[in-house]
């Protein structure tokens, strides 16, 4: 009886992303996570709420020279250049197990035009499996990765493709290298997102000044880590304020703390991204957490704390 009274009373911790649900808020980002399969002796994979593997391209892609990663103030810059094997190695050898996985999977897709992430969720779509599919029109270490993520009517397009090729839920992750972030969200919500994914890294670089080099192969990479927790964090307060669309806060998240403060500024959900890198149990610590975070401010949901932030402008 005990026991089943202090389950009722634990916060639910489901959330609704458009279509699609999660058992919880806590998912990992890709590119920082591999393909679940290198985690699972570590991590109870079944306990998150979404997996995000790796990016994959409609071919093979080998990637930027080294070096690729390049570590900073708090945070880390990386140029891999969406190192994959291509969409069909990915159906053939990634999916099956992923898809066994009792977890939300989200795919990562990044393609050089419109029609090809379209075609690529198609084959998702066919191949089965998948929960929803990520659209990265946002990676700054490959050319024109950005491109589509930088312009609102671009982000429209590409969405709205994506849109009319699958049934599949959307989520289109956007970079925070832009002078308006609400206005791509807008694109992306009307293009028929589900949600959105706030953010991608934060173009930047190193350099060696004695030999004049930059540091990574790539000259530029993405910044993430830390560093730039309080520009993502700004971006989900800005679009959650401006658009009615749910959002997947990302960026330097590597505490409840952290999370609770993306809930509260609007995200629904979040990723863990670098944080993954020095303490592959992070999730497992923060999800151990969650529940007596809520507790304190006497919620009983996560849904209900999201966006509950009160500007500091608004009386
Ligand atoms: C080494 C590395 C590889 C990444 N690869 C991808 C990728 O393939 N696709 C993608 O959408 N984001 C990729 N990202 C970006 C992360 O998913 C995330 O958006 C970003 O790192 C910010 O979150 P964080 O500060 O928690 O890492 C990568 C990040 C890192 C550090």
Known sequence: MLAS???LNQPQLQVQLGRLSLPNPVLVASGTFGYAREMEQIVDLTRLGGIVPKTVTPQPRAGNNPWRTVETSSGLLNSIGLDNDGIEAFIQHHLPYLSEINSRLIVSIAAPDAESYASMAG????????????????????????DFGTNPEACQHVVSCVRNATDTPILAKLTPNVANIVA???????????AVCLTNTLLGMAIDWRKRRPLLG?????????AIKPVSLRCVFQVSRAVDIPIIGIGGIASLDDVMQFLVAGATAIQIGTANYYDPTITMKILDELPSALAEIDAASVSE???????????
Request: overall charge negative; hydrophobic content about 35%.
């Open 305 to 315: 704390i999201v966006g509950t932030v009160i500007s500091n402008k608004s009386q």
């Open 184 to 194: 791509v969200a807008e694109g992306a919500k009307d293009g028929g997102a589900d």
């Open 123 to 146: 084959q998702l779509e066919k191949a089965g499996g998948v929960d929803a599919i990520e659209l990265n029109i946002s990676c700054p270490n490959v050319s024109g990765g950005v």
């Open 218 to 226: 790539n000259d530029m990479g993405g910044l993430s880590g830390p």
């Open 5 to 7: 009274n202090s389950k």
